[in-house]
């Protein structure tokens, strides 16, 4: 923190002085700037900068299309800006594929420059955000670091950690309190309760339930729900979107939340109907345009009302299936009026057993491109549940770089198998970003057996596999030089595991 700030040529040793800013005084004693910041420093180490709603690595997130989403977009401002506190969390909750993180983004968006104080999207194919190891710790920087409750509150997160750096492995209780409690508690001592009322108060909680640990989920609540009935209480509105998981609803449907709770069902509201036919029509729009060649002969509607409505039938309220339909029939790689063709001509049969058959035969037909199942399972398994996490850190991550050296595959052989998946993976165009699942849904349909069948990802097998792959990646590094040995000694690890490369590649170095 700069005191004099247009000062230099000049040296004080272990001076004493006292910052005012408004009602709070900051001291220093002989710190110099460097060592004051040591506890947001540890901070920013340990905050997973990818659950904010403005990280890079989430671009481009899912967004509410211009005139959808009308009523809970305005039912969500007005609890957001009601000063009367009526209810301070507010559970906004759906099926998969509702539209869910689209709302949480754009109401993030909308409220960044002033109702805003941090935000955390959880994401289950992302290790470092599909827990809460580091929930408190991303949320405690944000308010440190915020241009309106940074200089409320910097000096206190920041010094509670740099006296106790411990506190980023401290339980999750612990944290919550020195890191966000205490703070907040300190200025009510100081007499500046009424201030909160004009400041940033917004907390938005995404995709509660793809944190993967069910009793986590449970625990993150009861302190949510302790904080907001203590007093005094946390300042604080949670605005929390998740499926409606049995154990978050029971949570929630506990006596005790039902003073300081409103929730939604966004799923059975809100002219869903009417909402993914606007995003349709707006979709095939801009397919036009885009495609401007290809599509010089198609009618200026096209591909007609008609047609719109029928994909809104099938999507049952699911605005993923219309974004996943726009991603699949807008490719550059493909024809669109080919691609909506073979949409249209998709049948479910009457026994198909899945709770959303019309999205699980969309996602099977853009799957149908790729030729070598057994591959494509193994690379998904990796990017659904990263090696790394077992024993390597350098394989926890998802690029194609990685994945190529995981599985002694030559250069390229990933973005060949890949490259016509863009309508439900995001590939990067280099090797060394991280290839990512766009919507849980896929995940839950790759796992299920009985939905995805030749598709299926088993993430377990998939894990003894590819400690095997990494074990003999080891051991082609060692002496052993002949290709003939290195097969022997696969098949001798693998207890007679077929080996499910019919060559062995150059591995690519790390």
Known sequence: MSIFPD??????NNGSFT??????NYNFHGKSEEQDYAGLKILYKNAVRGAFYNSEQRFPPPNCHLGTRTQVLEILRSWITDVTDSTSIYWLYGGAGVGKSAVAQTISEEFAASHLAATFFFARADPLRNNLTSFFITIAYQLATSSTLGPLLKYHINRAVRDNPGIVDAILEQQFQELMTLPCNWLATCGLTGQWKSLPRLIVIDGLDECIDIASQERLLSIIHQAKTATPSLPFKFLICSRPEPRIRSAFNHQAFHRILDCTDISKSFQSAKDIANYLGHGFCKIRQEHGKTMAHA???WPGNGIIQQLVQRACGQFIYAATVIKYVGDYDGFPVERLEIILKITVPADFDSPYPDLDFLYIQILSVCPETVLFSDVMAHILSPAGTFFDKRYSQTSAFVIEGLFF???GKVWALLSRLHSVLLIPENDHDN???RHASFIDFLTDPKRSGRYFVE???AHHERALFY???IISKSTINSHNQNLSIMHALSGGLIFKRSKIHPVAEF
């Open 7 to 12: 000062a230099h040529n000049f040296t004080i």
């Open 19 to 24: 910052n005012i800013t408004g009602d709070i």
């Open 299 to 301: 009618n200026e509607n």
């Open 409 to 411: 595959l030559p250069k």
């Open 435 to 437: 290839i990512t699942v």
């Open 459 to 461: 993430t377990r097998k």
């Open 471 to 473: 074990l003999l990646k």
